[in-house]
T-cell receptor, first 114, second 115 residues
Framework: KAGVTQTPRYLIKTRGQQVTLSCSPI?????VSWYQQTPGQGLQFLFE???????NKGNFPGRFSGRQFSNSRSEMNVSTLELGDSALYLC?????????????FGPGTRLTVT | AQKVTQAQTEISVVEKEDVTLDCVYE???????LFWYKQPPSGELVFLIR??????QNEISGRYSWNFQKSTSSFNFTITASQVVDSAVYFC????????????FGKGTSLLVTP
C-alpha cells in the first residue's frame, strides 16, 4: 500500500506570497492532519480534517488554512508568507479519527521563505 | 507549558550498546495516549508505538522496548544492541483532551550510533 504523499517536496517562496501544499493520505484513510516543524518550536499541530470537515485546530494565525476533498486528499494554504513560516510541513493520515488509530506521516514539504 | 519533556537533547553511543531515551509527560486526563516516532535524516516521521493510559504493560518489539510507568508519568524507550541505522531523532508525543487529541510532541532526542 502506498504511503502518505506530499507535493511539492521543496518550495522556495518570497515574503508576502501565498503557497498551497498538497497531501494524499494512505488509501482508505479518512483523517488528515498537518504539522509544522521548525528548529525553534519543534513539531506543532496545525489542523486536522475528517470527512471534509475541520475537526481540530492548533494555535496558528488565520493565515494558515486548509481543506479536505471528498477523496480525503488535503491541501493547506499559507497566505502572506513571513520569514518565520520557513519550516518542514508534515502531513499525517489515519484510518479514522485519532487517537484510536495511529497517524502515519508523509515525507514533508520543506518551505523556504526568502 | 511543555507537556512532554525529553530531557536528553543528544545521545551518542557506540554500536551494540544499549540506550534508553527518556520521556516524561504531563496530563490531567485519565484517558490519554502516548506515542514514539522516529525521524531519520530523510525527514519522514516513522510510527513506532502507541500506548493508551489503561495499558501499562511493557512492550517489546525486536530490539525495541518501551517502559510505561503512570506513577512517574514516564514512557521510556530502550534500544538494545544499537545499530548505525538507529541513528535518528526520536520523538515522544502525548495525545489528550487538552489538544483535542492532536499529537503534542516533545523536543526530540537525537541519537547517534557510531560503528
Amino acid at each position: 500500500k502506498a504511503g502518505v504523499t506530499q507535493t511539492p517536496r521543496y518550495l522556495i517562496k518570497t515574503r508576502g506570497q501565498q503557497v498551497t501544499l498538497s497531501c494524499s493520505p494512505i488509501s482508505g484513510h479518512r483523517s488528515v492532519s498537518w504539522y509544522q516543524q521548525t528548529p525553534g518550536q519543534g513539531l506543532q499541530f496545525l489542523f486536522e480534517y475528517f470527512s471534509e470537515t475541520q475537526r481540530n485546530k492548533g494555535n496558528f494565525p488565520g493565515r494558515f488554512s486548509g481543506r479536505q476533498f471528498s477523496n480525503s486528499r488535503s491541501e493547506m494554504n499559507v497566505s502572506t508568507l513571513e520569514l518565520g513560516d520557513s519550516a518542514l510541513y508534515l502531513c499525517a493520515s489515519s484510518l479514522e479519527a485519532y487517537p484510536r488509530y495511529e497517524q502515519y506521516f508523509g515525507p514533508g514539504t520543506r518551505l523556504t521563505v526568502t | 507549558a511543555q507537556k512532554v519533556t525529553q530531557a536528553q537533547t543528544e545521545i551518542s553511543v557506540v554500536e551494540k550498546e544499549d540506550v534508553t531515551l527518556d520521556c516524561v509527560y504531563e496530563t490531567r486526563d485519565t484517558t490519554y495516549y502516548l506515542f514514539w516516532y522516529k525521524q531519520p535524516p530523510s525527514g519522514e516521521l516513522v510510527f513506532l508505538i502507541r500506548r493508551n493510559s489503561f495499558d501499562e504493560q511493557n512492550e517489546i518489539s525486536g530490539r525495541y522496548s518501551w517502559n510505561f510507568q503512570k506513577s512517574t508519568s514516564s514512557f521510556n524507550f530502550t534500544i538494545t544492541a544499537s545499530q548505525v541505522v538507529d541513528s535518528a531523532v526520536y520523538f515522544c508525543a502525548l495525545s489528550d483532551s487538552n489538544s483535542g487529541y492532536a499529537l503534542n510532541f516533545g523536543k526530540g532526542t537525537s541519537l547517534l550510533v557510531t560503528p
